[in-house]
């Protein structure tokens, strides 16, 4: 939060225009879908009609039986397996296709390929199963009895997993003077990256390698699992990812249609390629979110959390992702659930269901939305209780900033900044007292306003310890990068993390430009190719920027004093006398241009003396931040809405957002994370649901029936930033990518629930869709739970 | 997913297009904007033969103005009445109807006839045409024919339209240039299709008044009764018979739809009276 001198040039804090926009906006990005290749024939899945049931028997489309493949046809191949050290957890086999029984619907059971998508759905359309059904798994709690059908039947029961925090409740749960319980449940959500899942392999003889273009997240991650399931050695797999337009999350796991797809290309040594469509993302692909919540909170009279009672079900699905397993979220959330607030006494039991439902994988933000929807929820029920204003018992439940770095209750390490203060100021930005003054005089169309607000931690880059902690067979270390010195005098940035969207291209490029000062026009920057890029376990949980960045920092910086050493020969002075200013090289009284060195290391070697720094004008370091728990991004979002009581639909009238994430590489791709993180987050609190029906058919097939906010629904954020950089990390960068996500479901159904409170109704279900509220109203109204009479 | 192989054929004029869904023997399907059909062929619901392409038949953009009746062509799109670039035989209705179903892309291309003729319950035109008792004029093999619009809705999806016949025009009553109306739609989204639709209209000059209950299961619902006691006796006579009248009409809904639905209703006839 110091005041800091205006930033100059285009490293770190300028507001540099993104890198990767100018072929975004002209349409010359390339995508999976946009690649062309000679003999490419395209895959169509047929897929599991029905949520449960034994498969006895399948036909291949009459007069095509080549081109169709069942699992028995993918010879060598094997499941995707995720384990985890954790104790008591049940591994799931995941086939390619599926083997003897379906358990969900949109499961993989054959695919079809042919010259066009069209001909290959063709195929598959002919193809015949022949399955019994089964009573299908669905809620989670249900799935938790005794006696529920079984998804896996050698288990036993539908427990991925249970988890138990232990911690001493009973005493204060005697005297405590205020008890508050709640349920809150989360709906099931897909991630909808504008490009879906997609992917196009090869075989590349000259090589030996097989090459996949895929739409990942997480390419060097790709390439060990796929390597594994294809019984092939990891040098012989390239991964090489094109543009990936967004992942969230969705993109970070190894999918059976890449094993099929990258099987074939093997098997077959030509090109395949399956493009997801928006059909399959919303039926067949991962899902996120479906969290239930039994909370009880225990406080003073003045509303002060003194102990959290907790148990969380999350429903995982039919089988577990590969490489974050099934348990990462249930560890997330009964890790996150304290939030941001100072209190010692929490227990909390933890249980990931297997369900008839698609495989779960976190998505942006991971465990925190729902974690955050509860416990803020949880503070304004505690303010209701004792009668005072939510924002202001919440502000005296936060950690505060006299307290950094703080330990909390779940060990959990809060490395800096003021929380607090991030919560005054977004009540002193919706102006509180005038929303107040607002609600009571009432509106003209009869519709309630609210006010919510919603703070949060975002761990950010964690690393080796605290994954290691959560078992899964993926945990990262130290992160790398190359750069490198051309012989002009541009710079090349190496990196295995990859680019989806988040700026990482433009970001990279400041943070060498910060050290190097040479402007990022001059600096490329190659990102995810595992034949190009170090090992990288990619781009997730926020640590792009604190990890990538890092390793950048630390290269440039070690490639800095590679230049120096030449320079000096050519300057005639010592390294320690020479700087860079302007992307200029001074040193004594002369200076040189970065190119100058180039040549000279390069083309003019014979104008350097023998002996000079051999390592050249290359580096490649690695970097882990000194304290690798994470950097504690935060934020407070506040939401002022209109519901109307009549239908039930709520306007978002006012959105704040404070945020502070350490130093920002770029404001204004911080301010882009926010939006759309925000976005997302509006969407989980009132538009987005994956509902299925008791027999496990979704029910949300189209984007007609799954809506997704857009343009129309979404308020315009105001933003202001906190800048207290991380103790821990190069720069005192943290991660921004997920924050915008989490907080909106607490700040808005707060905010709903301050309209509605008048009114006797309390939303507690993620998303208040208007007929989730309105039922709730007219139920209040008729003082039944849901009969009503007729309206006036 | 991506559509099934079918055929092709582009219409040059009315007759030939009538003469090519005769040839296709049940399996040609005519294409108009194709907002509603390609969807359909893409997720497979729908197959067809041979698509016949109507988009070029000039005959169907017209508009023609009778004694107080306008007459408008099948083709003429959603965002030819949201722009006021054909006059406005509901005062205005047309125009706020228009611009407010889907996104501008959509309402670009489809037309005015491919939504009566899908007849999805939910839709807008419905809804709007039959409040202002519109008949339908269709041409097929036998010649030409017209059906009340609202006695030709049949069911959810379901105009009484054969299988070789094409919506030529959508003939309506001019409103007085006093008349009165009110439009209220209520949906999820901006561009959303309705959960509830209310249509009011009041022509005192002509002695019409017609309230309208939409996107219900079925054909949108006339409230009668409704509409003879805001006549009659006014607004608030009016309005206190929509709960009633909405639960006898539509017994299968549930509270939530029911409340929805007399809402609409209800700020529709507050919007004719000028809330
Ligand atoms: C994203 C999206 C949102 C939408 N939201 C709304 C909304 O809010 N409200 C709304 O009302 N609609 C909505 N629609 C539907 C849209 O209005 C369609 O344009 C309309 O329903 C169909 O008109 P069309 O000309 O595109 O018909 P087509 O799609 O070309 O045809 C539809 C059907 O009508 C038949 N047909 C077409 N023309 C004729 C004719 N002249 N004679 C006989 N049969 C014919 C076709 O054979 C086909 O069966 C939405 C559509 C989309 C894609």
Known sequence: MSEKPEPSGTGIGVRVRRKEDRRHLQGRGRFVADLAMPGLLEVAFLRSPVAHARLTGWRKAPGAEARCFFLEDLEGLQPIVARSSLKGYKVSEWPALARDKLRYVGECVAACVAPTRAEAEDLAEACGLDYEELPAVIDPLAARRAGSPLVHESWGDNLFLETFVDGDIDAIARTAAVKVEREYATARQCMHPMEGKGLLAWWDDRADQLVVHTSTQVPHVIRTGLAECLGLEQRRVRIAPPDVGGGFGYKCILQPEELVVAWLAMTYRRPFRWVEDRREHLVAGANAREHHYKVTAYADARGRLLALDAEVTVNVGAYSVYPFTACLEAAQAGGNLPGPYDFRNYRCRTYSVASNKPPFTPYRGVARPGVCFAIELTIDAIARAVGREPAEVRAENLVPGSAMPYDNVTNKHYDSGDYPESLRRAMARIDLPAVRTRQAQGEPDGRLIGVGFSTFTEQSAHGTKVFASWGIPMVPGYEQATVRLTPEGGVEVRAGIHTIGQGLETTLAQVASEILTIPVERIGVVLGDTAETPYSTGAYASRGAVMAGGAVSRSATALAGQIKAIAAHLLQCEPAEVSFEGGRIRGGNASLDFADVGRAWYLNPEQLPDGVDARGLEATEGFKPKVDSGAFTYATHAAVVAVDPETGKVEILDYVVIEDCGTMINPMIVEGQAFGGSAQGIGTALFEESPYDAAGQPLHSTLADYLLPGPSELPSFRIEHMETPSPYTAHGIKGVGEGGAIAPPGAIVNAINDAVKGLGVEMTEIPVSPRRLLGKILAARSGTPSGLEAAE | ?275
Not at chain 2, 20 to 35: D, F, H, M, T, Y
Not at chain 2, 124 to 149: C, K, M, V, Y
């Open chain 2, 1 to 275: 997913m991506k559509a099934a192989a079918f055929d092709y054929a582009r219409a040059g004029d009315l007759a030939e297009a009538v003469r090519l869904l005769g040839e296709g023997e049940g399996s040609a399907k005519l294409i108009a904007g194709g907002q509603s059909l390609g969807p359909m062929l893409n997720l497979r619901l729908v197959r067809v033969g041979l698509l016949v392409d109507i988009r070029r038949l000039e005959a169907l953009r017209t508009v023609e103005e009778g004694e107080g009746t306008l007459r408008y062509g099948a083709l003429i799109t959603h965002s030819e009445f949201e722009d006021g670039r054909v006059p406005d035989a509901g005062n205005g209705l047309l125009r706020q109807v228009g611009g407010g179903i889907a996104y501008r892309a959509v309402r670009n291309r489809g037309t005015l006839g491919g939504s009566l003729a899908h007849a999805d319950p939910a839709a807008d035109w419905i809804s709007a045409f039959t409040a202002l008792d519109a008949t339908l004029q269709i041409e097929g093999p036998a010649g030409r024919r017209s059906l009340p619009l609202a006695g030709g809705l049949l069911g959810a999806f379901t105009l009484d339209l054969g299988e070789t016949e094409i919506l030529t025009a959508v003939e309506v009553p001019r409103l007085g240039a006093g008349a009165r109306w009110g439009w209220h739609k209520i949906n999820r989204k901006t561009g959303e299709f309705a959960d509830a639709i209310g249509v009011a209209l009041l022509d005192e000059e002509r002695g019409f008044c017609r309230v309208v209950c939409g996107a219900v299961e079925g054909p949108p619902v006339v409230l009668a009764a409704v509409a003879e006691a805001l006549r009659a006796e006014g607004r608030q006579a009016g309005r206190a018979l929509v709960p009633a009248a909405v639960a006898e009409a539509l017994p299968a809904l549930d509270p939530v739809g029911r409340h929805l639905h007399v809402v609409a209703v209800q700020r529709a006839i507050d919007q004719v009276f000028g809330r």
